[in-house]
């Protein structure tokens, strides 16, 4: 979504904003009326990494989601020395990670980060790295009818994409940082559209927080630019 295309969403950014989670089979059980009832009203839930692995929770946690009222979406764990990002966007569609505008449904999300495993930027330059980000957006746009959100910290996007400014037009960010305040935003977004501000939430997963209204929140889920 274009940020021109995006004062309406967060007119009211400064004074208002929506709890939410993000939850992965490490979390088989969830308590999403719990969490709804308490007043979160979204839930991200991962899908699939690279090309080889879906999560077997996936299924039942986007069910659980629904049946509890949320807004729900997937995401998708990168891998990008693995495969291409055009391959892996694909493999994220077919497995869950697309988009529809019932309004009950978020863009997929990217989940771009240190690799857990191996070289801290996948053995990739900034150039590559921007290449891939680009090549899984694209073919994600192609394919689902709006770009994919991209999760990511202020440390990774520095030091892996060189603070690549070339994807703050499109893509919504969801910055993750520990910590009473947002801090820094990465390249050249304005601002977060998603804040993942802990690894705990009482209901399952991580805590994620909304940058608006609740009435912003479903307008976001609904509108591709």
């Known amino acids: 979504m274009k940020i021109n295309a995006l004062p309406l969403l967060f007119a009211t950014a400064a004074s208002a904003s929506v709890q939410g989670f993000d939850i992965s089979g490490y979390q088989p059980k969830v308590d999403f009326a719990g969490a709804y009832a308490a007043g979160a009203r979204f839930v991200m839930i991962k899908a699939t990494e690279g090309t080889s692995f879906i999560s077997s929770s996936f299924s039942s946690q986007y069910q659980g989601a629904t049946s509890a009222g949320l807004i ?18 694909k493999y994220f ?26 070289a801290t930027c996948y053995g990739l330059s900034h150039s590559a790295m921007v290449s891939w980000i680009k090549d899984f957006g694209e073919t994600y746009k192609s394919a689902a009818g709006r770009y994919p959100m991209i999760y990511t910290t202020a440390d990774w996007w520095n030091t892996c994409t060189g603070g690549s400014t070339a994807f703050s037009q499109d893509y919504p960010l969801v910055l993750a940082r520990y910590s009473t305040s947002v801090g820094t935003i990465p390249g050249g977004w ?36």
């Open 72 to 89: 729900r979406g997937g995401y998708h764990f990168a891998h990008p020395d693995s495969s291409t990002g055009a391959a892996q966007a």
């Open 93 to 118: 569609i077919a497995h869950g990670g697309g988009w529809s505008d019932d309004g009950l449904t978020l863009p997929g999300m990217l989940d771009i980060e240190y690799n857990p495993s191996g």
């Open 190 to 225: 304005p601002f977060q559209s998603f804040w993942q501000n802990s690894d705990a939430y009482s209901f399952g997963g991580d805590s994620e927080i909304w940058n608006g209204s609740e009435a912003s929140l479903k307008t976001f889920a609904k509108t591709a630019a």
